[in-house]
Protein backbone atom coordinates (compact mmCIF):
# COMPACT_ATOMS: atom_id res chain seq x y z
CA UNK A 1 0.00 0.00 0.00
CA UNK A 2 1.54 3.68 -0.97
CA UNK A 3 1.86 6.16 1.69
CA UNK A 4 -1.02 8.05 -0.21
CA UNK A 5 -3.83 5.62 -0.01
CA UNK A 6 -2.51 4.95 3.76
CA UNK A 7 -3.10 7.98 4.78
CA UNK A 8 -6.38 8.20 2.84
CA UNK A 9 -7.44 5.17 4.55
CA UNK A 10 -6.00 6.57 8.04
CA UNK A 11 -8.35 9.27 8.00
CA UNK A 12 -11.25 7.60 6.66
CA UNK A 13 -11.10 5.78 9.66
CA UNK A 14 -10.68 8.99 11.86
CA UNK A 15 -13.83 10.87 10.23
CA UNK A 16 -16.23 7.16 10.16
CA UNK A 17 -17.88 7.37 13.49
CA UNK A 18 -18.97 11.66 12.85
CA UNK A 19 -19.94 10.17 8.88
CA UNK A 20 -22.04 7.28 10.05
CA UNK A 21 -23.74 9.28 12.64
CA UNK A 22 -24.36 12.03 10.31
CA UNK A 23 -25.60 9.81 7.76
CA UNK A 24 -28.23 7.56 10.04
CA UNK A 25 -29.55 11.53 11.47
CA UNK A 26 -30.29 12.55 7.65
CA UNK A 27 -31.37 9.36 6.52
CA UNK A 28 -33.57 8.91 9.30
CA UNK A 29 -36.10 6.62 9.31
CA UNK A 30 -34.81 3.90 6.83
CA UNK A 31 -37.12 1.52 8.26
CA UNK A 32 -38.37 0.59 4.00
CA UNK A 33 -35.13 0.67 3.24
CA UNK A 34 -33.41 -2.52 1.78
CA UNK A 35 -30.44 -1.99 -0.87
CA UNK A 36 -27.85 0.53 -0.75
CA UNK A 37 -25.34 2.02 -3.25
CA UNK A 38 -22.21 4.30 -2.89
CA UNK A 39 -21.54 5.92 -6.16
CA UNK A 40 -17.78 7.02 -6.68
CA UNK A 41 -17.34 4.72 -3.57
CA UNK A 42 -13.44 5.30 -3.65
CA UNK A 43 -12.26 2.84 -0.09
CA UNK A 44 -15.85 3.12 0.83
CA UNK A 45 -16.62 5.80 3.66
CA UNK A 46 -20.12 6.17 2.25
CA UNK A 47 -20.38 2.57 1.68
CA UNK A 48 -19.49 1.38 5.22
CA UNK A 49 -21.53 4.06 7.39
CA UNK A 50 -24.74 2.79 5.16
CA UNK A 51 -24.04 -0.66 5.95
CA UNK A 52 -25.83 -0.85 9.28
CA UNK A 53 -28.60 0.58 8.15
CA UNK A 54 -29.64 -1.62 5.47
CA UNK A 55 -29.20 -5.29 4.00
CA UNK A 56 -26.60 -4.56 1.58
CA UNK A 57 -24.29 -2.07 0.15
CA UNK A 58 -22.90 -1.81 -3.25
CA UNK A 59 -20.05 0.31 -4.03
CA UNK A 60 -19.16 1.28 -7.41
CA UNK A 61 -15.89 3.16 -8.80
CA UNK A 62 -13.88 3.63 -11.40
CA UNK A 63 -10.42 2.39 -9.52
CA UNK A 64 -9.66 -0.77 -8.91
CA UNK A 65 -7.27 0.17 -7.09
CA UNK A 66 -9.53 1.91 -4.60
CA UNK A 67 -12.44 -0.79 -4.82
CA UNK A 68 -9.36 -3.35 -3.68
CA UNK A 69 -8.41 -1.30 -0.68
CA UNK A 70 -12.43 -1.00 0.18
CA UNK A 71 -12.79 -4.86 -0.02
CA UNK A 72 -10.25 -5.27 2.70
CA UNK A 73 -12.19 -3.34 5.20
CA UNK A 74 -15.85 -3.94 4.61
CA UNK A 75 -18.56 -5.35 6.41
CA UNK A 76 -19.81 -8.88 5.25
CA UNK A 77 -22.75 -6.96 3.52
CA UNK A 78 -20.85 -4.95 1.41
CA UNK A 79 -19.94 -5.64 -1.97
CA UNK A 80 -17.70 -3.39 -4.61
CA UNK A 81 -17.85 -3.33 -8.36
CA UNK A 82 -16.13 -1.44 -10.80
CA UNK A 83 -18.15 1.12 -13.04
CA UNK A 84 -18.35 4.67 -13.93
CA UNK A 85 -20.43 7.34 -12.53
CA UNK A 86 -21.56 8.80 -15.45
CA UNK A 87 -23.00 5.09 -16.71
CA UNK A 88 -23.88 2.85 -13.87
CA UNK A 89 -23.82 -0.64 -14.51
CA UNK A 90 -27.63 -1.28 -12.57
CA UNK A 91 -31.35 -1.16 -13.81
CA UNK A 92 -33.62 1.31 -13.28
CA UNK A 93 -35.02 1.50 -9.33
CA UNK A 94 -32.79 -1.09 -8.21
CA UNK A 95 -31.52 0.72 -5.10
CA UNK A 96 -33.82 2.17 -2.10
CA UNK A 97 -30.79 4.54 -0.92
CA UNK A 98 -28.48 5.70 -3.62
CA UNK A 99 -25.28 8.47 -2.64
CA UNK A 100 -22.51 10.32 -3.32
CA UNK A 101 -19.86 11.63 -1.10
CA UNK A 102 -17.30 14.31 -2.47
CA UNK A 103 -18.03 12.98 -5.78
CA UNK A 104 -19.21 15.80 -8.26
CA UNK A 105 -16.45 18.16 -8.09
CA UNK A 106 -14.75 15.36 -9.52
CA UNK A 107 -16.71 14.74 -12.47
CA UNK A 108 -16.97 16.60 -15.83
CA UNK A 109 -20.61 16.13 -16.38
CA UNK A 110 -21.81 16.59 -12.93
CA UNK A 111 -25.48 16.60 -14.45
CA UNK A 112 -24.98 12.66 -15.96
CA UNK A 113 -24.06 11.92 -12.19
CA UNK A 114 -27.46 13.27 -10.91
CA UNK A 115 -29.05 11.90 -13.71
CA UNK A 116 -27.97 8.00 -12.95
CA UNK A 117 -28.49 8.52 -9.42
CA UNK A 118 -32.29 9.22 -10.04
CA UNK A 119 -32.12 6.30 -12.75
CA UNK A 120 -31.42 3.51 -10.48
CA UNK A 121 -33.16 5.21 -7.53
CA UNK A 122 -36.64 3.24 -7.13
CA UNK A 123 -39.61 5.88 -6.84
CA UNK A 124 -40.11 7.05 -3.12
CA UNK A 125 -36.66 5.93 -2.73
CA UNK A 126 -34.11 8.46 -1.33
CA UNK A 127 -30.80 9.88 -2.69
CA UNK A 128 -27.81 11.90 -0.59
CA UNK A 129 -25.61 14.11 -2.04
CA UNK A 130 -22.74 15.13 -0.19
CA UNK A 131 -19.89 17.39 -1.30
CA UNK A 132 -18.10 20.49 -1.40
CA UNK A 133 -19.39 24.02 -2.59
CA UNK A 134 -18.33 26.64 -4.97
CA UNK A 135 -18.87 30.31 -4.11
CA UNK A 136 -22.15 32.58 -5.42
CA UNK A 137 -19.73 34.63 -6.86
CA UNK A 138 -18.51 33.06 -10.25
CA UNK A 139 -14.88 34.92 -9.69
CA UNK A 140 -14.62 33.31 -6.29
CA UNK A 141 -15.44 30.07 -7.40
CA UNK A 142 -13.22 30.13 -10.00
CA UNK A 143 -10.86 31.02 -7.51
CA UNK A 144 -11.36 28.01 -5.42
CA UNK A 145 -11.05 25.97 -7.96
CA UNK A 146 -7.47 26.87 -8.55
CA UNK A 147 -6.85 25.74 -5.53
CA UNK A 148 -8.21 22.60 -5.16
CA UNK A 149 -7.05 21.90 -8.62
CA UNK A 150 -3.16 22.50 -7.62
CA UNK A 151 -4.24 20.30 -4.33
CA UNK A 152 -6.09 17.38 -6.60
CA UNK A 153 -5.70 17.24 -9.87
CA UNK A 154 -9.00 15.18 -10.66
CA UNK A 155 -10.57 18.23 -9.43
CA UNK A 156 -13.09 19.41 -11.77
CA UNK A 157 -15.56 22.26 -10.43
CA UNK A 158 -17.18 23.07 -7.82
CA UNK A 159 -21.07 23.77 -7.63
CA UNK A 160 -22.68 26.32 -5.94
CA UNK A 161 -25.55 25.31 -3.84
CA UNK A 162 -27.94 26.55 -6.48
CA UNK A 163 -26.49 24.58 -8.79
CA UNK A 164 -26.84 21.48 -7.15
CA UNK A 165 -30.68 22.40 -6.34
CA UNK A 166 -31.04 22.60 -9.91
CA UNK A 167 -29.41 19.78 -10.97
CA UNK A 168 -31.51 17.64 -8.63
CA UNK A 169 -35.08 19.25 -9.62
CA UNK A 170 -34.50 18.56 -13.30
CA UNK A 171 -34.85 14.89 -12.30
CA UNK A 172 -37.74 15.50 -10.52
CA UNK A 173 -36.25 14.88 -7.09
CA UNK A 174 -37.62 16.42 -3.91
CA UNK A 175 -35.55 17.69 -1.32
CA UNK A 176 -36.31 16.55 2.15
CA UNK A 177 -33.35 17.88 3.91
CA UNK A 178 -30.30 20.35 3.34
CA UNK A 179 -27.15 21.08 5.28
CA UNK A 180 -24.48 23.50 4.91
CA UNK A 181 -21.44 22.50 7.10
CA UNK A 182 -18.12 23.69 7.60
CA UNK A 183 -15.21 21.11 6.79
CA UNK A 184 -11.81 21.40 8.34
CA UNK A 185 -10.16 23.54 5.59
CA UNK A 186 -13.34 26.32 5.79
CA UNK A 187 -15.05 24.93 2.92
CA UNK A 188 -18.82 24.82 2.93
CA UNK A 189 -19.92 21.24 2.38
CA UNK A 190 -23.31 20.89 1.40
CA UNK A 191 -25.50 17.74 2.00
CA UNK A 192 -28.81 17.02 0.33
CA UNK A 193 -31.34 14.16 1.10
CA UNK A 194 -33.80 14.27 -2.15
CA UNK A 195 -36.69 11.85 -2.50
CA UNK A 196 -37.37 10.02 -5.74
CA UNK A 197 -41.43 11.08 -6.96
CA UNK A 198 -43.51 8.12 -7.19
CA UNK A 199 -44.67 8.19 -10.46
CA UNK A 200 -47.80 9.85 -10.97
CA UNK A 201 -47.20 12.33 -8.08
Not at 62 to 69: F, I, R, T, V
Not at 116 to 132: F, H, K, S, W, Y
Not at 156 to 167: S, T
Request: with cysteine; aromatic share 4%.
Amino acid sequence: MNDVLAARLALQDERAPALAARVAWLLAPVSDARRALDVGCGTGALAFALAPLVASVTGVDSSADLLAAARELAPANCDFVLGEATQLPFAYGEFDIVGCLRLLHHVRRPELVVSELARVTRPGGRILVADELGHSDPLASTELDRFERARDVSHQRLLPDQDVRALLEANDLVVLSNEIVRARRELDVGWYVARKRPYGS
